[in-house]
């Protein structure tokens, strides 16, 4: 594995890996995804094992070679911690920590770690609580379960007006619930709070573009907003999940304004609480005119072609109703050759979308041309009553093309780049000057 280096002020914690024994390609891919969130999260492997699935789903893995592992493992003097490339039930941590006696990880504990460690706003650590209290909830019910079973303290209360209450679990469950719809109702306040500001930004900015740049984890998105920015304002680093909070950065391609919007990155598998959690982030994200959906060109194909489903599905489970084009970057690291062999199977695997391939490094210049492209602008031959407040505003608020005046009547032939918004802000601004005002689409 890569060396390990120490960025955030977090210190470096031993542990033993243990990996499903790869069938496919796909799990391989995923092991290697493994060994990178473990890097991520400053984990260093001192021993790495893989293992069949067991056909007893009890402990996920093989009894043999786990008991194999435990007899390894018992003359380890320190305690140690044992990292699992995959996601396990409750019973299962729970059955696997009782047999190796140490702190069992599991590939979301995993994620959440990082997460944790990477959230910067108040909303992103807001959903991670959440995220963590969806998580963590049947897992420390079953261990109170557990613990109440030893104890003899299973049925404590009795029932009745002369009851002594609650039991302990009833307790467990009424604080969970209650902290959970306390951590909703905040973050359904700031998303409330980010809608306002999303419109008002579309009411500033009704003739610009907005994109977004989204994709599996560590594709290199930030870099791309750095360099169409021509700033460092988002942060780069080969980490997974480098981007937590949604950021926002502007540019002006000649006339037009874009704001170009970097995302959390995908990764496959992700528990539907975790998606859930984060979800309003997302949405948000995805409000945008074109998607950018980001893979990284300098690995195999077969990766390509995998983490562009799980990213392309991410996207379709929130229904974006907008332009989507897939995106190779880092086209630098591999050849010319290689980089036409995977435009090629990528259009033919996703011909619905439109494919292009860019290097964040070198050229970016297909990037600007998509942008450039899509320009919605529509033509339309206004007439209105004389009035020079309301021809300044069309100015300012439209490109005009040509301009007649008649005694009663001025004319123009005018292009608004966003009807959706456009047509309706000069109706208003009509009505408040008083203004006749009639639209004919040409």
């Not at 604080?175 to 306040?189: D, G, I, R």
């Not at 539907?272 to 980001?294: G, H, Q, V, Y």
Request: glycine residues 4%; neutral net charge; hydrophobic residues 35%.
């Amino acid at each position: 594995m890569e060396e390990i280096t120490l960025d955030d002020n977090h210190q470096v914690k031993d542990c033993f890996l243990i990996l499903p024994l790869p069938i496919d390609k796909r799990q391989l891919i995923l092991n290697e995804e493994m060994r990178e969130l473990l890097l991520s999260a400053h984990y260093r492997v001192i021993k790495e094992y893989t293992m069949k699935i067991g056909k007893n789903p009890k402990y996920f893995f093989s009894i043999h070679q786990l008991n194999e592992l435990r007899y390894e493992t018992e003359t380890e003097k320190t305690p140690f911690k044992l990292v699992i490339g995959a996601h396990l039930s409750p019973k299962q941590g729970m059955n696997l920590e009782e047999l190796f006696r140490c702190q069992i990880i599991d590939k979301f504990d995993l994620v959440l770690e990082i997460f944790d460690m990477r959230a910067m706003s108040e909303e992103s650590k807001l959903q991670i609580e959440l995220a963590q209290l969806k998580y963590e909830r049947p897992r420390k019910r079953l261990r109170l379960m557990h613990q109440l079973g030893l104890e003899g303290a299973w049925h404590t209360e009795r029932s009745g007006f002369g009851g002594t209450g609650e039991s302990p679990l009833n307790l467990f469950d009424a604080n969970m619930t209650k902290k959970e719809a306390f951590l909703k109702k905040k973050l359904s306040l700031l998303k409330n709070q980010r809608e306002k500001r999303r419109e008002s930004r579309k009411r500033r900015h009704y003739d610009s573009l907005y994109c977004t740049m989204c994709g599996y984890t560590s594709a290199g998105k930030s870099t791309l907003i750095n360099s169409l920015t021509s700033s460092k304002t988002s942060s780069v680093s080969s980490r997974l999940f480098e981007t937590l909070d949604t950021r926002i950065c502007g540019f002006n391609l000649d006339d037009l304004a874009i704001f170009v919007t970097d995302t959390i990155g995908f990764i496959e598998d992700l528990p539907t609480f975790l998606i859930d959690s984060f979800k309003s982030t997302l949405e948000e994200s995805l409000a945008a005119d074109i998607i950018f959906i980001i893979v990284d060109a300098s690995e195999p194909i077969e990766y390509i072609l995998q983490k562009s489903r799980v990213s392309i599905q991410t996207i379709a489970e929130l229904n974006p109703q907008n332009h989507r084009v897939l995106v190779l970057n880092k086209i630098d690291l591999i050849s010319p050759e290689a980089n036409e062999e995977r435009l090629r199977i990528l259009k033919k695997e996703f011909h619905d979308l439109k494919v292009i391939s860019v290097s964040a490094i070198n050229d970016i210049s297909p990037l600007i041309t998509e942008l450039s492209n899509y320009r919605p602008k529509k033509r339309y031959k206004c007439s209105y009553s004389p009035n020079h407040k309301f021809r300044a505003f069309c100015y300012e608020f439209t490109s005009v093309e040509h301009e007649s005046f008649k005694s009663n009547d001025w004319e123009m032939i005018i292009s608004i780049r966003k009807p959706d918004y456009g047509v309706e802000i000069l109706k208003q601004r009509a009505i408040s000057l008083g203004v006749q005002l009639d639209l004919e689409v040409i």
